[in-house]
């Protein structure tokens, strides 16, 4: 059976990071399964994980004004998901579903919020992945966006 | 160059220590924009981190009909206030600006030399924290009006 230090490592969010950091974000970590249907976590509750995704996949849903749920986005496998955690008020803005059976890291907030705190480097090099995943998100949700509008670019610039 | 004051009347630049404060100032450059001009075009290599001043910018995707390459058209997707970066991916990689900024009124604006930034936060770890998380804040809050506009266009 493998450490969660060594899971980390596998993914791709984490490539590159050291060992020493990697065993440390290991303490904050722990292995979950969802099945498919079950909800990670609600809108409106308080973020208190981040999720390394390994194998399935997340839906992100959000809760309209008629009552029903409408999904977002997907994320898959290697992906990573929820961003409410790093900010306050610290509360999800919208629900995450497993689609299918779905297995993930979760990583404590509040421990991680302490290890980036404690050490700036760890913190920089964290926030740097992190930015770049959300801008990635931006930009798909930007084209989503588009799409709707009926435009279907040749080149989005 | 501008004044360590200027940047340290900005909540954006909170946190950050004097002398940290002072090597940005020393990267910074005060520049106006008047309404109608483009900042700076998407796709294009992003070697500036701006801050609004004064006025406000828009955020454009330009985008190209594949049945007729000479149609071109802006569409909206966001919006800069004062006090807010813009740009950011000057400081993520790979450092390639997603969208079009035009001024969409007369503007004030603050020009950050991004390699001199990077550099800086490659040196300088505390620093880094504090800009990085400031740079995650602003774009985590556009995703999450991004999203918020996407649902309500779904709904």
């Given at each position: 059976?493998?450490?969660?230090?060594?899971?980390?490592?596998?993914?791709?969010?984490?490539?590159?990071?050291?060992?020493?950091?990697?065993?440390?974000?290991?303490?904050?970590?722990?292995?979950?399964?969802?099945?498919?249907?079950?909800?990670?976590?609600?809108?409106?509750?308080?973020?208190?994980?981040?999720?390394?995704?390994?194998?399935?996949?997340?839906?992100?849903?959000?809760?309209?004004?008629?009552?029903?749920?409408?999904?977002?986005?997907?994320?898959?496998?290697?992906?990573?998901?929820?961003?409410?955690?790093?900010?306050?008020?610290?509360?999800?803005?919208?629900?995450?579903?497993?689609?299918?059976?779905?297995?993930?890291?979760?990583?404590?907030?509040?421990?991680?919020?302490?290890?980036?705190?404690?050490?700036?480097?760890?913190?920089?090099?964290?926030?740097?992945?992190?930015?770049?995943?959300?801008?990635?998100?931006?930009?798909?949700?930007?084209?989503?966006?588009?799409?709707?509008?009926?435009?279907?670019?040749?080149?989005?610039? | 160059?501008?004044?360590?004051?200027?940047?340290?009347r900005y909540p954006f630049f909170s946190?950050?220590?004097?002398?940290?404060?002072?090597?940005?100032?020393?990267?910074?450059?005060?520049?106006?924009?008047?309404?109608?001009?483009?900042?700076?075009?998407?796709?294009?290599?992003?070697?500036?981190?701006?801050f609004l001043i004064e006025?406000s910018?828009?955020?454009?995707?330009?985008?190209?009909?594949?049945?007729?390459?000479?149609?071109?058209?802006?569409?909206?997707?966001?919006?800069i206030n004062p006090g807010e970066p813009f740009?950011?991916?000057?400081?993520?990689?790979?450092?390639?600006?997603?969208?079009?900024?035009?001024?969409?009124?007369?503007?004030?604006?603050l020009?950050?030399?991004?390699?001199?930034?990077?550099?800086?936060?490659?040196?300088?770890?505390?620093?880094?924290?504090?800009?990085?998380?400031q740079?995650?804040?602003a774009?985590?809050?556009?995703?999450?009006?991004?999203?918020?506009?996407?649902?309500?266009?779904?709904?």
């Amino acid at each position: 059976m493998q450490t969660l230090d060594v899971l980390l490592a596998k993914h791709p969010f984490f490539e590159g990071l050291g060992e020493d950091y990697l065993k440390l974000l290991a303490g904050c970590a722990t292995n979950q399964v969802f099945e498919a249907g079950q909800y990670l976590f609600r809108e409106g509750e308080e973020a208190t994980q981040f999720y390394i995704l390994r194998h399935g996949r997340i839906a992100i849903e959000a809760h309209t004004p008629t009552g029903g749920d409408i999904i977002l986005y997907t994320h898959d496998e290697n992906d990573v998901v929820g961003w409410s955690w790093l900010f306050p008020p610290y509360h999800w803005h919208f629900s995450g579903r497993a689609v299918q059976l779905t297995r993930v890291i979760g990583l404590d907030a509040v421990c991680l919020r302490g290890k980036c705190e404690s050490d700036p480097v760890l913190g920089y090099e964290f926030l740097k992945r992190f930015s770049h995943k959300v801008v990635r998100s931006l930009d798909q949700t930007r084209l989503q966006l588009l799409d709707l509008y009926g435009v279907h670019p040749v080149s989005n610039r | 160059m501008v004044s360590p004051e200027l940047l340290r009347r900005y909540p954006f630049f909170s946190g950050l220590e004097d002398s940290h404060l002072k090597a940005i100032a020393m990267l910074t450059q005060e520049a106006s924009s008047e309404k109608g001009k483009v900042i700076f075009e998407g796709d294009q290599p992003a070697s500036i981190l701006y801050f609004l001043i004064e006025g406000s910018v828009e955020l454009h995707y330009i985008v190209v009909d594949k049945h007729n390459p000479q149609f071109r058209k802006d569409f909206y997707v966001g919006e800069i206030n004062p006090g807010e970066p813009f740009g950011i991916s000057a400081m993520i990689e790979p450092f390639c600006y997603t969208a079009t900024a035009i001024a969409s009124n007369p503007c004030r604006i603050l020009q950050i030399e991004a390699g001199g930034l990077r550099s800086l936060c490659e040196e300088e770890s505390g620093a880094a924290a504090v800009l990085m998380r400031q740079i995650a804040r602003a774009v985590m809050t556009r995703l999450h009006e991004t999203r918020v506009q996407l649902a309500a266009a779904r709904a």
